[in-house]
């Protein structure tokens, strides 16, 4: 059993895998609509993992509730892969800092309930809040993986995999 730095170092390991599918993935892909992933470009995916880590780090550091649900779209990010690499440099600068005692600090989470905005608050702590940011990052970097996959770009095969299923396969 690893001590809750492990969270931390999960975190760091998937914005590693991010970062180097930034860079390998061409501008004109990385910004492309999918038709497998209706809606879908790389580089929104790619935001929206990094809008969980931001919203818990930045709640955490601001002292308020963490907001997943209130996030910005249509920004650089989505579309400027230098944008993109800062942001997670920037990202993983940040949960290095947390420390033993940040992932252990309480947290209140707001989470948005229903499409008519009915929400709930709930507390937690910002560890357990990291490890959710990198679950969710998991299932997101498999339909990144998918998008790529779809414009010719290869992937790891651990990307946009969770470590249930590695576990699993390297047991088989």
């Known amino acids: 059993m690893k001590s809750i730095m492990g969270v931390a170092e999960q975190a760091q390991c998937i ?3 991010c970062a180097a599918l930034i860079e390998a993935v061409p501008d004109d892909i990385f910004s492309r609509d999918s038709e497998c992933v209706r809606g879908g470009t790389i580089g929104k995916h ?15 550091e601001r002292a308020e509730s963490v ?8 920004v650089p990010i989505e579309s400027d892969r230098g944008a993109a690499l800062d942001a997670v440099s920037e990202l ?11 992932l252990r600090a309480p947290v209140r989470i707001r989470i948005m309930l229903a499409g008519d905005g009915a929400e709930a608050e709930l507390d937690s ?16 970097n498999a339909m990144i993986k998918t998008i790529a996959a779809e414009f010719g770009v290869d992937t790891p095969d651990e990307f946009g ?4 299923t590695l576990n699993f396969l390297g047991q088989s």
Do not use: M, W
């Open 67 to 74: 907001d997943y649900d209130r996030r910005q779209r249509n």
């Open 46 to 60: 790619l935001r929206h993992t990094l809008d969980h880590y931001r919203a818990l780090i930045d709640g955490y």
């Open 125 to 140: 702590t910002v560890g357990r809040e990291l490890a959710f940011a990198s679950h969710h990052a998991i299932h997101h």
């Open 161 to 164: 995999v969770a470590p249930s």
């Open 15 to 17: 914005l590693s895998q």
């Open 92 to 102: 993983r600068r940040r949960v290095a800092a947390l420390g033993e005692e940040g």
